[in-house]
C-alpha cells in the first residue's frame, strides 16, 4: 500500500478521470495504474507529471520503444521495482525481445561499472573529448573521423565496423 | 590528475599496447582515451573492463547509436563528468544531433522524477505489470492489447498513435 | 562548456525569450542562469521544465524557503554541483543562514547514513510502520499518540518535548 | 529479516536497553523499531547512530517537521524502503497531511530531474551563482537584490511575489 | 519472478551449463543462483558478467574475504537487495561474524553520510590531498609523515596509534 | 570554495581548536583539511561528525587499512571527488599499493554492474540466500559447506581453491 489513499476512477473529480481518461487511451491499457492513482492523492501533481511525461515520450527524432529502453536503463540504475517493472511491460508491448532486452541489461551494467571507475580513480577529461562535445557538435566532426588513425600500432580488426 | 599513474603508449607492455591498438580501432580515434591510460596502471582491470565494453557495444540486436545513448542516459543519471562527456562525443560521431539528444534528457529527466516519485509514495506494483513481466512477455500480448479498452471513459485522442 | 550550444537571450525565438522574462521575473534575478540557456538547445524541454518547476516551487502549503531547502537536500544527495549552488543561493536570499544550513546538511548527512543501515542490515518495516503509513494518515493518530509509552523502561528525558 | 539476529528489549543488556529506552521516549512511541534491534547487533553502533540522529534531529533553527520532511525526502531520493516509512510515519505525526506530502514530493521529483539534466548536458555554474555561494551569504545580498531587474524584457507576473 | 524466464539447468545448452558447473564449483554451492539462471535468459551476458566477477574476485592481493565486503559496502551503498543478501551470505561462509559486520556497516553508514557532505558543502579539495594522490604514492610518502605535526596545538591522545 | 565561509584554525574557538587538534593528532596530518574546516561553520555538526567517523575508523575487529578501502569503495559508488581524494590518499599511507587499488576498484565496478543487472531484470533471492542471511549466521555454515556438490556437473577447476 503507497503512503497515501489512492483515488480510484469511480471516487475521482472530474478533473483527475480527465487524466485517467488520457493515460489509458495513450498507452492502450484498460486499468489505470497505481502510480496514477497514488499521485491523484495530490491532483496539480497528477495533471503536472503526466503532462510532462507524455511530451517527453511521445515519439519524435527517437521513436517510443528506444524511448522505453532508456527510461528502463535509467530505473534499473535507480533500482526503481516499480519503475522498471512498468518499462519492461511497455516495452515489451512495443516489441522488445529477451535479445534486446539482455543488450540493453549488457549496456546498462557495463557503464553502471566504468562509470564508478572513472570517478574512483578520478580520471580527467581528455582535451580531445572536451573540444569534441563543447556547444554541440565539432565542427569538422567529419574530418576528425577520415584521419583518425593510430598513432604507432596499426591494429585492424578485420569484419569489424569502426563504432564510435 | 587521476590517483594512479597512467601507463603512456610508448611506455606500455606489449599487452598493454595490444588492447590500446584495439580500442583506437575499434573507436576510429587516434589517441588513447586517459580513462584506458588509468586502468593500465592494473593491466588485468585494463583487459577484462576493455573486453566487457567492447563485446557489450558491438551492434546487435540494438545498434550502436542506440547503446550509446543509453550509455550516456546512464552516465547522466549517475552524474559521471567523464563518462557524460565521452558518449556525448560517441553519439554525436554517430549522428546524434542537438533534437535527440534533447529528447533523450528529457527522457531522462522524466523518469529520475518518477522513479523517486514511485519509490517517495511507496507504490505497489499493479498485478498486470507483474503479469505482464514475469518470465518473459506475456502469452497471449497480442489478445491483452487488443481488448484494451477504457473501463468507464471513453477518451481517444484523435491524430495520436496509441503507446505503450 | 555545456555539450550543447547554449542560446543567449538576444538569439532566441519570441518563446524562448518568454520563458527567459519569466524566469527572471519570478526569481527576481537579472541574467539568465546557464541551466536554462542549456535547456533551450531543445526548446520543447525548456518550456516543460520551467513550467513544471514554477509550478511545484509556488509557495502552498510548504513556504519557499522549506522547498528551497529541500531542493538542496536532494541535490546535495545527488551529488549535483550546479544544483547544489544554485540552491543554496535561492535559499540564502530567501533567509537560510548558517545555522539553518548546518542543520540542514545534518540531517542530509544523518538520513544517508541511516539509510544505507537500514538497507544493509535488510531491516524488516514494522507492521506499526506499515499501518501507520497505509493509505494516508492512521485513523486515530491522536490515540495511538496518547497512549504512547515505553513497555518496560520509564525513560523520560527532563526538559525534552517529545518529537516524531 | 534482517541479516542479523535482532535484539529484542528483554534480552538487551543494560547498556542497550537504555538507548532503546531514549529512543521510545524521544519519539513517544511505545515499541522499538527494527532498525535499532538490528544496530543492537553491533552495541557501539546503535549508540552512535542513535546519539548523532538525536541531536540532529533536536528542533533548532529549524523545526522538527521540517527536518522530518528533509529526512523522507533524502529517503526517497535513495529508494530505501524502510526510512520512507519510518519519516512519512513521523511526518504524519507531526502534522503532514496529503498536500504537504504532495508538495514535498513535487519538489523531490522536479529536483531528481533538473540534478540530471545538469550533469546530463554538463552545464556549468554561473559566476554568479559562485559569487552568491562563496564562503557564505554575499557581503550585499540586500544590494544585489535591490538591483535585480531583467536585461531586455519587462516581464513582471501579476499576483505573484518574486521567489529566490 | 524475474522480467524473463529463468534458464534451469536441465533445460540448458551445453554452453550455459559449463558456465553454471564453473559458477557452482568455484563458490562451493549446490546450487545456481537466480541471479546467474536470470543472466542466462542472453547467453554472452552470463558468459561475459561471470568472466569478468570471477576474475575480479580470485584472492591476490586482497584476499577473498576483503573483497566480499567491499562487495556488500557497494550493494549497501546502492540499496540492491539481491546483491546484499548474497555478499552477506558470502562473507558469512569465509568468516564475518556480527562484529566484523558491524564494523563494516559503520564505515559504510559513516561515509555515505561524510560523501553527502563533502558534496553538500561544495568542499575543496585540498592541495595536499591532490599532490598526494596524483598519479600514484607521493614520491617521499614517509618524509611526509615524519614531519607530521598540528601547527599550533599539541594534541596527543595516549594509547591510541595515529591513523591514517 | 565551499559554500560557508571555513573557520581557520587561528579564528577557531578553543571547542572546535580541540575537534581540529584531535583530527591531526588521529591522522597524523599537519593541516586541518578543508573538510573539517567547512563543517566547522556549525560547531556541532563538526563535532558529532568528527566524534562518529574517529569511533568507526578505529581498528577493530578490521584494521585500519580495510576501513579506509571500504571508505574508497563507498566514495568510488557515490562519486564524491572530495571523499576519492581523501579516502585514496590515506590508503596509500597505510601502504595500499597499485596492484592493490586495481583489485580493489575491480571489485567496486564488478558489483555496481551487478547490483544493477539484479535489480534491472528484478531477480528474486533464492531462498537459500534468504535462510543463509536470516538473523546471522547460519546454524550449521559448517555442514552446508561439507555437502556442496554440483548438481549434475563435476566441475572441479584445478589448482583453485573454493570461494564462496
Not at 491523484?40 to 503536472?48: D, V
Not at 510532462?52 to 534499473?76: C, F, I, N, Q, Y
Not at 580531445?128 to 566532426?141: F, K, M, N, S, V
Request: net charge positive; glycine share 8%.
Amino acid at each position: 500500500m503507497p503512503t497515501v489513499a489512492m483515488v480510484e476512477y469511480d471516487q475521482a473529480t472530474p478533473e483527475v478521470r480527465a487524466v485517467y481518461d488520457d493515460i489509458m487511451a495513450v498507452k492502450s491499457i484498460d486499468f489505470v495504474p497505481n502510480f496514477w492513482k497514488t499521485l491523484a492523492s495530490h491532483p496539480p501533481l497528477l495533471a503536472r507529471v503526466w503532462r510532462g511525461l507524455d511530451e517527453a515520450m511521445r515519439p519524435g527524432a527517437l521513436d517510443a520503444l528506444t524511448k522505453e529502453m532508456v527510461a528502463l536503463a535509467v530505473s534499473a540504475t535507480n533500482g526503481c521495482t516499480y519503475c522498471i517493472r512498468s518499462h519492461t511491460a511497455a516495452a515489451r508491448k512495443l516489441g522488445m525481445n529477451d535479445t534486446m532486452l539482455g543488450e540493453l541489461m549488457a549496456v546498462v551494467g557495463t557503464f553502471n561499472q566504468t562509470n564508478r571507475l572513472a570517478d574512483g580513480y578520478q580520471v580527467e577529461v581528455d582535451v580531445q573529448l572536451i573540444r569534441a562535445t563543447e556547444g554541440g557538435p565539432p565542427p569538422q566532426a567529419g574530418k576528425t573521423k577520415a584521419k583518425a588513425k593510430a598513432p604507432k600500432g596499426k591494429a585492424k580488426r578485420a569484419g569489424k565496423a569502426a563504432r564510435a
